[in-house]
């Protein structure tokens, strides 16, 4: 039986003011390659260092309100002589662990160059296994492509379709969907091309997750900011970044979402923060939701290559550092 009240003050939790979320939750493929460009070998032993660094920083609960794990790291636990699991350590910590349920984005049959997002099949099961061994919200990444004549409105219906009974399957397990429908920044679309695609995307994932009965207000929603395509020649800057995703996400998205937790999406660590920070400056009076973050790249990117698979302590004082800049910028202040 769904439980809405649980529902609510989880979600409401993973994005109170102050704080936000750590992705963690690379696949083993995905870890592989962030660990290829520190040349540290992408072995069991050393994805759960890795993990343990993080996840074992001093007081990262003052920045962090939950971490989404890989089903791997979810199995997986502390490194010391206790070896606590991940899950219970976190728990212990007041931070809320999550999983990633979806089984990748693969290619879209009859659709060049576009992708949908699979794992429906037995996902019940897993959720409820999930429920059981301590998670309390979960994650599911649609991917949508810009580029000459696409998305195509088969592309963006699908995913939607996807993340909606994806989102009600994990209500009916009390387990808070994290609705992340990404618009990719790769490719040269301007910064317009990008407000639309993603209005109309988040238009029709909105229409689905109501077709489908989602609680909105026991899902937190995890888009992309909109910016500038990678290689468009011109880079709208971070006003404008601050502005236009602030009316996209005022237009689109309904005041019953409890809150709103960015992807970092390949932006520097620097201007993930900043964009953050701006939209909670200039917007902080007229906001329904939290805005929050649950960046993955942008808050690893410098504790991996300061951890280098040794530096224990210097990883989590990277790690920390971002975090904090963070949380901050969640409340609109800069360190
Ligand atoms: P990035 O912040 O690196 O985009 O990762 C967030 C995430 O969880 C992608 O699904």
Known sequence: MRDEKQLRDIATKMVVKGKGILAADESTPTCSKRFDSI??????????????MLFTADNLEEYISGVIL??????QSTTCDDKIPFVEYLTSKGIIPGIKVDKGAKDLAGFKNEKITEGLDGLRDRLNEYYDLGARFAKWRAVITIDNDIPSDACIYANAHALARYASLCQESNIVPIVEPEVLMNGSHTIETCYEISKRTLNVVFEQLLLNHVM?????????????GLDCDSQADADKVAEMTYKCLKENVPAEVPGIAFLSGGQSSDLATSHLQKMNDKYKNDMPWNLTFSYGRALQHDALNTWLGKNIVDGQTSLLKRARANSLATLGEVV
């Open 216 to 228: 909105l207000e026991g899902i937190v929603l995890k888009p992309n900011m909109i910016i500038s």
């Open 70 to 75: 890989f089903d791997e790291t979810f199995r």
């Open 39 to 52: 040349s540290i070998d992408s072995t069991y032993e050393n994805r759960n260092e890795y993990r343990n």
